[in-house]
């Protein structure tokens, strides 16, 4: 058939090229027509070719040769050696007493474990690489506009300080025309002084002329002199012009000044990724890297704590969590018993305001009246930062182990949140690009949280929930959802993220939990009868846990699939 004139050739025999094929030789792996089979099979009489129809091509096993034993097929396995071997093998005793398979068993247990391996990749590794694939492609898109972000904070901090400049040099200017004017203006006053002597002497050389001039003895007996008068010369005016010193450039004083940046890392870990799986397993084995939310939320478990008004929770292992209320002890429980395993006592007898765990499960909390946020190691608490002027409300503990605290002034007229790396601090945000203030004031509650994208989220109480990027760039505000299940007003408290960047925040008013995407997009409330929920924190499972105000208990929740 001509392929000029037709979209698709008939197969042909690889014998004679000119008839259409009807058979097929399984040994030799040859398309034959039914007139060249025997010539096929006489070509090589010492083969033992497996001619069957073209439709049943690959349907004859071929049997491996011996590599011990030349022109002997194997039809059986030896399973403790792994090799396939023929009669010859098995006679000569060289097997004896291993345990020998048909070949056809082996190799249909291998199929089987090839297919296995092909679901496997297709079913499990390849959809996780897959995902580690988008992973990856939306961390590179993150980091892109973080890095957009970071030049624009730089360039607007170079503007500030431009504008900033420009004033420096403005006043400076001023301060030489108002230098300038004195002087001159205590010249001006000599020099009319001199001109009104020169005047008077002028006058005085006319009155002598005249005198001069006149027969009239009396006249000039009566002239009197004033040349004394006006040989006493006015004092001279030696004005000193200010000099301007030109502040030496240190470029690394400059620097400083100006601000740094801080040095980047990769890092890897070895199980950071988790094969995904259609199988059932318990929480803590591997995950799915997406996770869907419930369209019900269930509540696992409820924990007693015995406050008098529960605030806060926070986790310290996926089995523990700590607890705090108005008094100045911290409780330390057990999730699955529901039992107390230990409690603290403040250094300074004050209720905490807040509590964390750091990354190495050390428990941190603020003392507002005493000004300091502190850290208890081996039940031992140090003060890690004092303030002045300033009080301590909510805290958390950074991917980076930075201590975030949101605070507010002593006269309760401003509030900004510092990161401090130990008792260091290493940033401060308070004002959006337009100079106002990012946060509330008065003495209102205010919690904090760090999400998986390095936005620091403030939820500040009776106004918003707050989100900032990573340098401080003001992201968006949330300011609630309605209709709200009670319909009273958003009053959002404790704040946490889970391993999706979901935001979460507990709205005491409505009694329940409102769940925003990382970009401020409400998704859903969580109420499971929620009474007064405050603190808010989520384990390694992204199972919630509520602290409940008024009936002093926990909530486990589970609201992810």
Not at 152 to 161: L, M
Not at 218 to 226: G, H, L
Not at 297 to 308: A, D, F, K, L, S
Request: with cysteine.
């Amino acid at each position: 058939m001509d392929p000029r004139t037709s979209a698709q050739d008939v197969m042909r025999c690889d014998l004679c090229e000119t008839s259409m094929v009807q058979m097929h030789c399984d040994s030799c792996l040859i398309n034959l027509c039914k007139a060249c089979v025997g010539e096929h099979i006489a070509a090589d009489e010492s083969e033992d070719h497996k001619v069957v129809k073209f439709q049943s091509r690959k349907s004859t096993p071929l049997y491996p040769g011996c590599i011990s034993h030349n022109k002997e097929r194997c039809e059986m396995h030896c399973d403790q050696c792994h090799i396939p071997v023929c009669t010859k093998c098995i006679a000569s005793g060289k097997h004896l007493s291993h345990n020998i398979l048909t070949i056809l068993q082996a190799y249909m247990a291998k199929k089987e474990k090839i297919l296995k391996n092909k679901t496997e990749l297709n079913e499990t590794i390849f959809p996780t690489y897959q995902d580690i694939s988008f992973d990856l492609q939306n961390r590179m898109s993150q980091l892109e506009k973080k890095y957009g972000d970071l030049s624009t904070a730089i360039t607007k901090h170079g503007e500030d300080w431009h504008r900033e400049i420009d004033k420096l040099v403005q006043k400076l200017k001023a301060e030489v025309e108002e230098m300038k004017t004195t002087q001159l203006h205590t010249l001006q006053k000599h020099l009319d002084e001199v001109n009104k002597k020169m005047s008077d002497i002028n006058d005085e050389i006319n009155s002598i002329d005249v005198n001069l001039d006149s027969n009239n003895m009396s006249d000039v007996f009566s002239a009197t002199s004033t040349v004394e008068e006006y040989k006493k010369l006015p004092q001279k005016i030696l004005p000193s012009l200010p000099k301007f010193t030109p502040g030496r450039i240190q470029r690394e004083e400059l620097c400083k000044l100006f601000g740094t940046l801080s040095s980047i890392s990769v890092q890897s870990e070895e199980h950071g990724y988790s094969i995904k799986t259609t199988q059932k397993s318990p929480e803590a084995a591997s995950s799915p890297v997406i996770k869907q939310l419930l369209d019900e939320p269930q509540t696992v478990t409820t924990i007693h704590t015995g406050y008098e008004n529960l605030y806060n929770v926070a986790c310290l292992s996926d089995e523990e969590i700590w607890t705090c209320d108005n008094s100045r002890t911290m409780k330390l429980f057990s999730i699955n018993q529901g039992s107390q395993l230990k409690s603290i006592t403040t250094k300074s007898q004050n209720a905490p305001w807040d509590i964390a765990v750091t990354n190495s499960g050390d428990l941190v909390y603020t003392d507002y009246w005493d000004r300091t946020v502190n850290i208890v190691k081996n039940e031992e608490i140090q003060t890690v930062i004092r303030l002045q002027k300033w009080r301590p409300r909510g805290v958390c503990s950074t991917s980076s182990d930075d201590l975030l605290v949101i605070m507010n002034s002593d006269d309760v007229t401003q509030s900004k949140v510092v990161r401090y790396s130990g008792s260091t601090e290493k940033q401060s945000i308070q004002f959006d690009d337009q100079g106002r203030p990012l946060y509330s004031s008065g003495g209102y509650y205010r919690y904090i949280t760090e999400n998986r994208n390095l936005d620091v989220c403030v939820a500040d109480y009776r106004v918003k929930v707050v989100v900032v990027n990573q340098v401080g760039k003001l992201r968006f505000r949330y300011t609630g959802h309605t209709p709200a299940p009670k319909n009273k007003q958003f009053s959002p408290l404790g704040i946490t993220t889970d391993s999706q960047s979901h935001i979460l925040t507990a709205d005491c008013n409505n009694d329940c939990v409102h769940i925003i995407d990382q970009d401020g997009q409400f998704l859903r409330y969580i109420d499971c009868g929620l009474i007064e929920p405050k603190g808010l924190c989520i384990d390694t499972n992204d199972n919630l846990f509520v602290a409940q105000c008024r009936n002093k208990q926990v909530k486990k929740i589970k609201y992810l699939q």
